[in-house]
């Protein structure tokens, strides 16, 4: 089970609340409650976007602990499989590149959880993805395979110019990628240490895909595409992207 959370989550959102029902004041049950007393786990999705106040409210669910729920008069009971996961884009002590609206997060609230930092899908793996997804409508193997790497050799240089340099270095194929294509190492060594207010997710270079064979027609389709695929706050930003895309696809 999952919980999308934003600034507005309070504690009864998680847990539960007196609602009317059918003209009557009934217990509505929260995904929370809901997830431990029938052990589920649960995961809180964007959790740095929540107000701390609702997470200290939290900590011993988290922790399994006993609760009491007033309106049930009666503590909460932890069925085995339940856990509680949170899931963002942060690690909890706010955001210094104006990407993600997120709150700063109480350390004893973290200290509660085990840490998992997951960065994009290897090289190899992404490519493979674009392969039998987006571009599996192309009928040369060949050809699809050109295509879906350059797509990916495309997001890293963006993700690299929005992490840093560090990107990429712990699988070897995707270190790598910038050998294979010396227009694109140029770019980025002509872009030096310029940094990105936003990254290529896979989600965006999968729409980006899918879209460049809507407009397959047109000659700029990788560039048009590119327009209605990535988010893209500034001007200069858009010119840096479609600049690695000329370097890569040379067009």
Not at 106 to 118: I, M, S
Not at 131 to 145: F, H, I, K, V, Y
Not at 225 to 237: I, L, N, W, Y
């Amino acid at each position: 089970m999952s919980v999308a959370c934003h600034h507005g989550t309070e504690y009864a959102d998680l847990i539960g609340y007196n609602g009317v029902v059918n003209g009557s004041t009934q217990f509505i049950q929260g995904p929370v409650l809901f997830a431990a007393e029938n052990g589920y786990p649960i995961s809180l999705e964007e959790y740095d976007r929540m107000n701390p106040r609702t997470q200290v409210l939290m900590h011993n669910i988290v922790q399994r602990k006993p609760v009491f729920i007033p309106e049930l008069g009666r503590p909460m009971k932890y069925e085995e499989g339940f856990m509680v996961l949170a899931t963002g884009n942060t690690v909890g002590f706010g955001d210094d590149t104006g990407g993600h609206v997120v709150s700063r997060q109480d350390v004893a609230y973290l200290d509660r959880f085990r840490k998992k930092r997951l960065g994009y899908l290897p090289y190899a793996a992404e490519i493979s993805l674009l392969e039998n997804a987006e571009l599996s409508g192309l009928p040369d193997d060949d050809a699809r395979n050109a295509m879906a790497t350059q797509f990916v050799q495309c997001a890293n240089a963006v993700r690299r110019l929005h992490i840093g340099h560090e990107v990429d270095l712990e699988d070897k194929d995707m270190s790598d990628f910038l050998v294979q294509n010396n227009k694109l190492g140029t770019k980025l060594n002509d872009l030096g240490s310029r940094q990105l207010e936003v990254t290529l997710s896979t989600r965006a270079l999968r729409r980006w895909a899918y879209l460049t064979g809507c407009y397959r027609e047109n000659p700029n389709a990788i560039h048009v595409a590119m327009d209605e695929a990535v988010t893209m706050p500034s001007q200069e930003t858009r010119e840096v992207m479609h600049e690695i895309v000329k370097a890569v696809f040379g067009a």
